[in-house]
């Protein structure tokens, strides 16, 4: 698994390459342009596997991540961004390291297993911990 070493403070660790939506663009077009950005690959016939979901319960405040993942790209990997470095990992190796981004390891059961589709969160707004909810 290609995974992303993140080392901005905002959310740091090991996590998979990703980001934000920009206006006019397709989820799936952006987690391609993400990935491309990030990793320096290609990829292509992204499937959908799953949907994390946080809501603020002060406030009503909503934030989603689409989450996908693909066996189908090409290119040549990068050393990675001022966002951090990319490298390959088994999933073993994931699963079992320290260094996993906050929350991550609740969000790995949507990539490896074929029961859930949803991860819900109810949250405090600040922090990013909250009892997780799988759909």
């Not at 980001?19 to 342009?33: C, I, K, L, M, P």
């Not at 993942?69 to 990992?89: A, H, I, N």
Request: net charge negative; hydrophobic share 35%.
């Amino acid at each position: 698994m290609l995974v992303l070493d993140r080392i901005l403070s905002t959310w740091p660790g090991l996590t998979f390459p990703g980001g934000h939506v920009e206006w006019g663009e397709s989820f799936y077009d952006a987690a391609v342009r993400e990935a491309k950005e990030e990793t320096g690959l290609e990829v292509k016939n992204l499937k959908l596997c799953g949907t994390v979901h946080w809501a603020n319960k002060h406030n009503g405040e909503r934030y989603l991540e689409f989450l996908y993942k693909t066996s189908d790209f090409y290119g040549v990997l990068s050393e990675g961004t001022r966002e951090g470095t990319v490298r390959w990992m088994t999933p073993e190796e994931l699963k079992n390291s320290d260094r996993l981004s906050p929350n991550f390891d609740m969000y790995l059961p949507l990539f490896f297993e074929n029961k859930y589709s949803e991860l819900f969160f109810e949250w405090d707004g600040e922090s990013w911990t909250a009892e997780p909810h799988y759909l």
